[in-house]
T-cell receptor, first 116, second 109 residues
Framework: GAVVSQHPSRVICKSGTSVKIECRSLDFQATTMFWYRQFPKQSLMLMATSNEGSKATYEQGVEKDKFLINHASLTLSTLTVTSAHPEDSSFYIC????????????FGPGTRLTVT | EDQVTQSPEALRLQEGESSSLNCSYT??????LFWYRQDPGKGPEFLFT???AGEEKEKERLKATLTKKESFLHITAPKPEDSATYLCAVQAGGQNFVFGPGTRLSVLP
């Protein structure tokens, strides 16, 4: 159990366009999902926390108008990178936390975004 | 401010050579300490959660321990397939995790 999927796994887009990344918890309900960004050989940096049915909470320095997060159901959250620029190229990883008392986060396989 | 450091940054071991990875933390009100394994180009894979000082957990060749200031991930007789980056994260008062920079482990055959 506790499988999280992401789609797409890799995406290349042109500068100025928008790209959407999906995160799904496949076999459990996730009231909370997290979005991280990871640069090469660096650790994960939390971008935002999203709770089902409410607005996402963004970390300091993360532009909410640029990184749109929607958590429409207990199994799906989406991250849309709007007006992408080459500096947005990175590895984006989502995680999901089960409902109840478990504190563990289960991570998706990540999405490699390249903006040309 | 909650902080997590990991050492060493990188570690090379021969197959069968046991060693330990360190995760040191300063948080107020630790709710949990988590170990993950991450392979290149993939998301982190959950290994262990530790909640209180003195707690230990084992899984195959891995054993995680926790004190009030640090956690160790002991690797006994490692194999090349244990090569990965090992990440430590702590959760304090809120829901958010603070990740350490990771230790890149290479196990040579």
């Amino acid at each position: 159990g506790a499988v999280v999927s992401q789609h797409p796994s890799r995406v290349i887009c042109k500068s100025g366009t928008s790209v959407k990344i999906e995160c799904r918890s496949l076999d459990f309900q996730a009231t909370t999902m997290f979005w991280y960004r990871q640069f090469p050989k660096q650790s994960l940096m939390l971008m935002a926390t999203s709770n089902e049915g409410s607005k996402a909470t963004y970390e300091q320095g993360v532009e909410k108008d640029k990184f749109l997060i929607n958590h429409a159901s207990l199994t799906l959250s989406t991250l849309t990178v709007t007006s992408a620029h080459p500096e947005d190229s990175s590895f984006y990883i989502c995680s999901a936390s089960r409902t109840g008392t478990s504190y563990e986060q289960y991570f998706g396989p990540g999405t490699r975004l390249t903006v040309t | 401010e909650d902080q997590v450091t990991q050492s060493p940054e990188a570690l090379r071991l021969q197959e069968g050579e046991s060693s330990s990875l360190n995760c040191s933390y300063t948080v107020s009100g630790l709710r949990g300490l988590f170990w993950y394994r991450q392979d290149p180009g993939k998301g982190p894979e959950f290994l262990f959660t530790l909640y209180s000082a003195g707690e230990e957990k084992e899984k195959e060749r891995l054993k995680a321990t926790l004190t009030k200031k640090e956690s160790f991930l002991h690797i006994t007789a490692p194999k090349p397939e244990d090569s990965a980056t090992y990440l430590c994260a702590v959760q304090a008062g809120g829901q958010n995790f603070v990740f350490g920079p990771g230790t890149r482990l290479s196990v040579l055959p």
